[in-house]
Protein backbone atom coordinates (compact mmCIF):
# COMPACT_ATOMS: atom_id res chain seq x y z
CA UNK A 1 0.00 0.00 0.00
CA UNK A 2 1.56 3.38 -0.88
CA UNK A 3 2.11 5.98 2.01
CA UNK A 4 -0.32 8.56 1.84
CA UNK A 5 0.85 11.83 0.27
CA UNK A 6 -0.38 15.08 2.22
CA UNK A 7 -2.01 17.76 0.14
CA UNK A 8 -0.35 21.38 0.15
CA UNK A 9 -1.29 23.17 2.81
CA UNK A 10 -2.65 20.43 5.43
CA UNK A 11 -1.14 20.41 8.57
CA UNK A 12 1.39 17.78 8.26
CA UNK A 13 3.32 20.12 5.02
CA UNK A 14 3.39 23.16 7.36
CA UNK A 15 5.25 21.40 9.97
CA UNK A 16 7.59 20.15 7.44
CA UNK A 17 8.12 23.41 5.91
CA UNK A 18 8.40 25.37 9.64
CA UNK A 19 10.90 22.91 10.87
CA UNK A 20 13.88 24.35 8.03
CA UNK A 21 12.72 27.94 9.13
CA UNK A 22 13.40 27.29 12.80
CA UNK A 23 16.72 25.50 12.73
CA UNK A 24 17.49 28.69 10.52
CA UNK A 25 16.57 30.76 12.58
CA UNK A 26 18.17 29.85 15.89
CA UNK A 27 21.58 29.37 13.56
CA UNK A 28 20.84 33.38 12.75
CA UNK A 29 20.24 33.67 16.71
CA UNK A 30 23.86 31.66 17.65
CA UNK A 31 25.45 33.61 14.83
CA UNK A 32 24.10 36.85 16.38
CA UNK A 33 25.13 36.07 19.94
CA UNK A 34 28.55 35.05 19.03
CA UNK A 35 28.89 37.87 16.98
CA UNK A 36 28.19 40.41 20.22
CA UNK A 37 30.12 38.43 22.39
CA UNK A 38 33.03 38.91 19.96
CA UNK A 39 32.42 42.35 19.77
CA UNK A 40 32.51 42.56 23.67
CA UNK A 41 35.66 40.64 23.82
CA UNK A 42 37.27 42.97 21.26
CA UNK A 43 35.89 46.26 23.53
CA UNK A 44 37.57 44.81 26.61
CA UNK A 45 41.02 44.06 24.81
CA UNK A 46 41.19 47.60 23.72
CA UNK A 47 40.37 49.40 27.19
CA UNK A 48 44.08 50.51 28.11
CA UNK A 49 45.29 49.09 31.27
CA UNK A 50 46.48 50.85 34.22
CA UNK A 51 50.38 49.66 32.92
CA UNK A 52 49.82 50.48 29.27
CA UNK A 53 48.41 53.68 30.52
CA UNK A 54 51.04 55.01 33.04
CA UNK A 55 53.69 53.58 30.43
CA UNK A 56 52.27 55.58 27.41
CA UNK A 57 51.24 58.96 29.86
CA UNK A 58 55.36 58.50 31.12
CA UNK A 59 56.71 58.83 27.39
CA UNK A 60 54.27 61.45 26.43
CA UNK A 61 55.82 63.53 29.26
CA UNK A 62 59.65 62.34 28.12
CA UNK A 63 58.72 63.04 24.77
CA UNK A 64 57.21 66.82 25.55
CA UNK A 65 59.92 67.58 27.69
CA UNK A 66 62.63 66.77 24.79
CA UNK A 67 60.32 69.63 22.51
CA UNK A 68 59.33 67.09 20.14
CA UNK A 69 56.03 66.07 18.50
CA UNK A 70 54.40 63.30 17.61
CA UNK A 71 55.33 63.66 14.42
CA UNK A 72 58.79 64.14 15.45
CA UNK A 73 58.92 60.89 17.14
CA UNK A 74 57.60 58.93 14.45
CA UNK A 75 60.21 59.41 11.56
CA UNK A 76 63.21 59.24 14.25
CA UNK A 77 61.21 55.77 15.03
CA UNK A 78 60.06 54.66 11.35
CA UNK A 79 56.33 54.98 12.93
CA UNK A 80 53.13 57.04 11.68
CA UNK A 81 52.11 59.67 14.05
CA UNK A 82 48.96 57.34 14.99
CA UNK A 83 51.01 54.49 16.39
CA UNK A 84 52.94 57.02 18.52
CA UNK A 85 49.51 58.40 19.88
CA UNK A 86 48.12 54.76 20.65
CA UNK A 87 51.49 54.08 22.46
CA UNK A 88 50.93 57.41 24.16
CA UNK A 89 47.55 56.70 25.19
CA UNK A 90 47.76 52.94 26.32
CA UNK A 91 46.18 52.04 23.65
CA UNK A 92 48.69 49.64 21.95
CA UNK A 93 52.59 47.57 22.95
CA UNK A 94 55.32 48.30 21.58
CA UNK A 95 57.32 45.29 19.89
CA UNK A 96 60.31 43.95 22.19
CA UNK A 97 62.53 47.01 23.03
CA UNK A 98 60.74 49.91 21.32
CA UNK A 99 60.69 51.24 24.24
CA UNK A 100 64.05 51.88 25.15
CA UNK A 101 64.79 53.41 21.56
CA UNK A 102 61.56 55.65 21.71
CA UNK A 103 63.63 56.77 25.16
CA UNK A 104 66.80 57.15 23.66
CA UNK A 105 65.27 59.15 21.11
CA UNK A 106 63.62 61.37 23.75
CA UNK A 107 66.63 61.91 25.79
CA UNK A 108 65.28 59.95 28.64
CA UNK A 109 67.57 59.93 31.98
CA UNK A 110 69.24 56.55 33.01
CA UNK A 111 66.97 56.23 35.68
CA UNK A 112 63.99 56.73 33.69
CA UNK A 113 65.16 54.52 31.20
CA UNK A 114 65.98 51.45 33.84
CA UNK A 115 62.41 51.81 35.17
CA UNK A 116 60.20 52.25 32.37
CA UNK A 117 61.50 49.07 30.18
CA UNK A 118 61.25 47.53 33.47
CA UNK A 119 57.58 48.57 33.61
CA UNK A 120 57.35 47.40 30.11
CA UNK A 121 58.86 44.17 30.67
CA UNK A 122 56.26 43.54 32.99
CA UNK A 123 53.47 41.12 32.57
CA UNK A 124 50.08 43.13 32.62
CA UNK A 125 48.10 40.62 34.08
CA UNK A 126 45.67 43.12 36.34
CA UNK A 127 48.78 43.72 39.60
CA UNK A 128 51.11 46.68 39.70
CA UNK A 129 53.06 46.78 42.71
CA UNK A 130 54.95 50.56 43.68
CA UNK A 131 57.45 50.82 46.38
CA UNK A 132 57.26 54.50 48.24
CA UNK A 133 58.19 56.17 51.48
CA UNK A 134 56.39 55.09 54.81
CA UNK A 135 52.85 56.17 54.67
CA UNK A 136 53.74 58.41 51.44
CA UNK A 137 52.52 57.26 47.98
CA UNK A 138 51.67 60.41 47.03
CA UNK A 139 54.55 60.63 44.54
CA UNK A 140 54.00 57.93 42.74
CA UNK A 141 52.81 58.48 39.10
CA UNK A 142 49.99 56.41 38.76
CA UNK A 143 48.48 57.89 41.75
CA UNK A 144 48.34 61.26 39.84
CA UNK A 145 47.42 59.49 36.44
CA UNK A 146 44.23 58.15 38.24
CA UNK A 147 43.38 60.66 40.11
CA UNK A 148 43.70 62.86 37.24
CA UNK A 149 41.78 61.05 34.81
CA UNK A 150 38.83 59.09 36.98
CA UNK A 151 35.59 60.04 36.64
CA UNK A 152 34.90 58.89 40.31
CA UNK A 153 36.57 58.38 43.12
CA UNK A 154 35.61 56.24 46.52
CA UNK A 155 38.07 55.82 49.28
CA UNK A 156 37.98 54.11 52.50
CA UNK A 157 40.70 54.21 55.12
CA UNK A 158 40.09 52.39 58.78
CA UNK A 159 43.26 54.40 59.67
CA UNK A 160 43.44 57.81 58.57
CA UNK A 161 41.52 60.80 56.95
CA UNK A 162 41.82 60.82 53.04
CA UNK A 163 44.46 62.10 52.20
CA UNK A 164 42.69 64.65 49.63
CA UNK A 165 41.07 65.90 53.05
CA UNK A 166 43.73 66.85 54.79
CA UNK A 167 44.85 70.14 55.78
CA UNK A 168 48.40 71.56 55.86
CA UNK A 169 48.86 70.94 59.72
CA UNK A 170 47.17 67.72 59.53
CA UNK A 171 49.60 66.37 57.22
CA UNK A 172 52.49 67.59 58.80
CA UNK A 173 51.59 66.08 61.94
CA UNK A 174 50.79 62.69 60.25
CA UNK A 175 54.08 62.38 58.48
CA UNK A 176 56.04 63.84 60.99
CA UNK A 177 55.38 60.84 63.60
CA UNK A 178 56.65 58.99 60.23
CA UNK A 179 60.40 59.97 61.00
CA UNK A 180 60.64 62.33 58.33
CA UNK A 181 63.12 65.51 58.68
CA UNK A 182 62.35 69.02 57.76
CA UNK A 183 63.34 68.63 54.27
CA UNK A 184 61.26 65.68 53.17
CA UNK A 185 58.51 66.85 54.94
CA UNK A 186 58.22 70.11 53.68
CA UNK A 187 58.54 68.47 50.00
CA UNK A 188 56.16 65.87 51.05
CA UNK A 189 53.36 68.28 52.42
CA UNK A 190 53.52 70.04 49.27
CA UNK A 191 53.09 67.10 47.09
CA UNK A 192 50.10 65.87 49.11
CA UNK A 193 48.61 69.28 48.89
CA UNK A 194 49.10 69.54 45.21
CA UNK A 195 47.33 65.97 44.27
CA UNK A 196 44.04 67.23 44.65
CA UNK A 197 43.22 70.87 45.11
CA UNK A 198 39.75 72.06 46.50
CA UNK A 199 38.69 73.19 42.86
CA UNK A 200 39.26 69.64 41.83
CA UNK A 201 36.58 68.50 44.59
CA UNK A 202 33.93 70.03 42.41
CA UNK A 203 35.19 68.83 39.07
CA UNK A 204 34.14 64.74 39.60
CA UNK A 205 32.12 62.44 41.87
CA UNK A 206 34.19 61.58 45.17
CA UNK A 207 32.42 59.24 47.94
CA UNK A 208 34.63 59.03 51.34
CA UNK A 209 33.99 56.68 53.99
CA UNK A 210 35.28 57.97 57.22
CA UNK A 211 35.51 55.62 59.79
CA UNK A 212 34.66 58.38 63.10
CA UNK A 213 37.26 56.25 65.15
CA UNK A 214 39.73 58.60 62.71
CA UNK A 215 37.77 62.14 63.72
CA UNK A 216 38.96 61.48 67.70
CA UNK A 217 43.14 60.83 66.63
CA UNK A 218 44.94 63.07 69.44
CA UNK A 219 47.06 64.73 67.86
CA UNK A 220 49.75 67.22 69.48
CA UNK A 221 47.70 70.30 69.05
CA UNK A 222 44.47 70.77 69.84
CA UNK A 223 43.79 73.52 67.38
CA UNK A 224 45.14 71.27 64.89
CA UNK A 225 42.44 68.52 64.98
CA UNK A 226 39.54 71.57 65.47
CA UNK A 227 40.87 73.77 62.29
CA UNK A 228 40.44 69.95 60.07
CA UNK A 229 37.06 68.97 61.60
CA UNK A 230 36.10 72.28 60.03
CA UNK A 231 37.69 71.56 56.64
CA UNK A 232 35.83 68.39 56.69
CA UNK A 233 32.06 70.22 57.25
CA UNK A 234 33.15 72.66 54.54
CA UNK A 235 34.13 69.72 52.21
CA UNK A 236 30.74 68.06 53.16
CA UNK A 237 28.72 70.93 51.74
CA UNK A 238 30.32 70.47 47.90
CA UNK A 239 27.40 68.62 45.69
CA UNK A 240 30.16 66.47 43.93
CA UNK A 241 31.88 65.64 47.47
CA UNK A 242 30.07 62.80 49.58
CA UNK A 243 31.08 62.14 53.15
CA UNK A 244 29.78 59.71 54.96
CA UNK A 245 30.55 59.23 58.75
CA UNK A 246 31.35 55.15 59.80
CA UNK A 247 30.03 54.88 63.43
CA UNK A 248 32.84 53.21 65.56
CA UNK A 249 30.17 50.39 65.88
CA UNK A 250 30.18 48.95 62.61
CA UNK A 251 31.72 45.70 62.27
CA UNK A 252 34.37 46.43 59.66
CA UNK A 253 37.13 44.56 61.26
CA UNK A 254 38.30 42.43 58.72
CA UNK A 255 40.17 45.03 56.65
CA UNK A 256 42.76 47.02 57.86
CA UNK A 257 44.16 48.77 55.01
CA UNK A 258 43.03 51.69 53.39
CA UNK A 259 42.08 51.66 49.62
CA UNK A 260 40.69 53.56 46.97
CA UNK A 261 38.32 52.56 44.07
CA UNK A 262 38.72 54.57 40.52
CA UNK A 263 36.30 54.79 38.04
CA UNK A 264 36.23 55.84 34.46
CA UNK A 265 33.62 54.67 31.38
CA UNK A 266 36.83 54.33 28.78
CA UNK A 267 39.20 52.32 31.69
CA UNK A 268 39.25 49.33 33.32
CA UNK A 269 38.53 50.34 37.37
CA UNK A 270 41.65 49.91 39.35
CA UNK A 271 41.71 49.64 43.02
CA UNK A 272 44.42 51.31 45.01
CA UNK A 273 45.54 49.18 47.92
CA UNK A 274 47.84 50.89 50.36
CA UNK A 275 50.41 49.26 52.88
CA UNK A 276 52.72 50.63 54.84
CA UNK A 277 55.70 51.32 52.32
CA UNK A 278 54.53 49.64 49.51
CA UNK A 279 50.98 50.23 47.32
CA UNK A 280 49.10 47.30 45.30
CA UNK A 281 46.90 48.49 42.19
CA UNK A 282 44.55 46.00 41.09
CA UNK A 283 42.29 45.74 38.10
CA UNK A 284 41.39 41.98 37.85
CA UNK A 285 37.35 41.84 37.75
CA UNK A 286 37.36 39.17 40.79
CA UNK A 287 39.53 41.80 42.73
CA UNK A 288 37.20 44.41 41.95
CA UNK A 289 34.31 42.71 42.59
CA UNK A 290 35.86 41.52 46.13
CA UNK A 291 36.43 45.44 46.91
CA UNK A 292 32.84 46.41 45.35
CA UNK A 293 31.15 44.48 47.85
CA UNK A 294 33.27 45.47 50.86
CA UNK A 295 31.96 49.05 49.64
CA UNK A 296 28.99 47.96 49.46
CA UNK A 297 29.07 46.72 53.42
CA UNK A 298 30.27 50.25 54.51
CA UNK A 299 27.68 51.66 52.78
CA UNK A 300 24.85 50.26 54.72
CA UNK A 301 26.61 50.88 57.72
CA UNK A 302 27.53 54.46 57.07
CA UNK A 303 25.60 57.66 58.31
CA UNK A 304 24.06 59.76 55.16
CA UNK A 305 25.33 62.68 53.76
CA UNK A 306 22.82 64.70 56.17
CA UNK A 307 23.56 62.95 59.26
CA UNK A 308 27.42 63.17 58.32
CA UNK A 309 27.38 67.18 58.68
CA UNK A 310 25.12 66.84 61.61
CA UNK A 311 27.60 64.87 63.34
CA UNK A 312 30.53 66.52 61.76
CA UNK A 313 28.99 70.22 63.60
CA UNK A 314 28.38 68.76 66.51
CA UNK A 315 32.02 67.11 67.03
CA UNK A 316 32.83 70.59 65.67
CA UNK A 317 31.56 72.14 68.71
CA UNK A 318 32.45 69.54 71.25
CA UNK A 319 36.58 70.73 69.96
CA UNK A 320 35.82 74.12 70.72
Keep these: MSSPISAPGSTSDCHSRRRPDRKRNQNERHTLEAHEES ?19 ELLRIRTRAGLTGSDMGLMLNWNASTVSRLENGLSRAPAGEVALYLARAKATPAELDELVSLDRRPDDGYLVSAHP ?39 EVLGHRGYDDQALGAAVRTRLSRLPPSSLASRVFTFYIPESTLHQRGEHPAVARDQMAHLTSVSLLPRCRLHLVPETAALDDIRAGFTLYRHEDHRPVLHHQQPTTSLFLENDADIAFYERYLERVAALALSRAETRDRLDHLSTVKR
Excluded at 39 to 57: D, I, S, V, Y
Excluded at 153 to 162: G, M, Q, R
Aim: aromatic share 6%; glycine share 6%; charged share 20%.
Design 134 to 172: PGFPDGLPIIGMLEQQSTSITSYDPAELPHALQIKPYIR
Design 39 to 57: LKNRKEKLLPTAKTRLLGL
